[in-house]
């Protein structure tokens, strides 16, 4: 499936949030488009609100058509751009690719959230340690299973996709909230690969724009 290609693209996004992944892969495609930076605690109120209700970055804005979300952005980009090579173009590939994202997207960034800010499940000041302890559980369990997916390759799919800036990302916000990465040396090859390619590099300075080093290449969790 191919999509119109886009003539005006504006992404919302915030240094260090899930929207470095949509940030890639723009960077990837090369056209001209506008960035524009949300950060936290701007995105839940106006004007951002009033844009996107659901208060969340990424939000792409492609010839005024809004596209929430990042395994649909990437999904949306990829069709648009096919010759770019986000995602691969054979069908079942391409679903392969899509139930990883949505794995991504539904399975491991929510124990990111749990990890980073377990105030935000509603638990009592006493639970808090407890549930980001039991969050890195879950991190650690679902990056055992990408290391293993990781056993006969360089890249996620076999040859580099978007999904891998996906899990650079969701690795650094792990190992940024406290996850053992010395049990994940094929995860920890890939993200160290991956900042070799130009348009992850590129992303990456960027956020330097906004936020610290410390914070674009370690984030660490906030003290509870
Ligand atoms: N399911 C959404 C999740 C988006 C999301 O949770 N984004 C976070 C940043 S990583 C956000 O904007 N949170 C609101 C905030 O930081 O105020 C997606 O995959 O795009």
């Avoid at 070799?196 to 914070?215: C, N």
Wanted: charged letters at 20%; one cysteine or more; aromatic letters at 8%.
């Amino acid at each position: 499936v191919t999509a119109q290609v886009p003539r005006s693209l504006t992404l919302y996004w915030g240094a260090a949030s899930c929207a470095r992944v949509s940030l890639i892969a723009l960077e990837e495609i090369g056209v001209p488009f506008t960035l524009e930076a949300v950060p936290k605690g701007e995105r839940a109120r106006p004007p951002y609100s009033e844009i996107n209700p659901k208060g969340k970055v990424p939000l792409l804005v492609a010839d005024g058509r809004q596209i929430s979300e990042n395994p649909a952005i990437q999904l949306f980009l990829a069709r648009a751009f096919p010759a770019v090579g986000l995602l691969p173009r054979e069908q079942d590939a391409e679903l392969e690719a899509l139930s990883t994202m949505c794995w991504f997207a539904s399975g491991i960034h929510p124990q990111i959230t749990r990890a980073r800010f377990p105030a935000s499940t509603g638990a009592s000041a006493e639970s808090l340690a407890a549930v980001r302890a039991h969050a890195v559980e879950q991190l650690a369990a679902a990056f055992t299973l990408i290391e293993g997916r990781l056993a006969d390759r360089e890249w996620l799919l076999g040859d580099w996709s978007i999904v891998d800036a996906y899990l650079f990302w969701l690795w650094f916000r792990a190992t940024g909230s406290g996850m053992d990465a010395s049990a994940f040396p094929r995860c920890a090859g890939l993200a160290a690969r991956i900042v070799e390619r130009p348009s992850v590099a590129r992303a990456l300075e960027r956020e330097l724009e906004h936020i610290p080093a410390e914070d674009v290449f370690v984030g660490a969790a906030p003290a509870l």
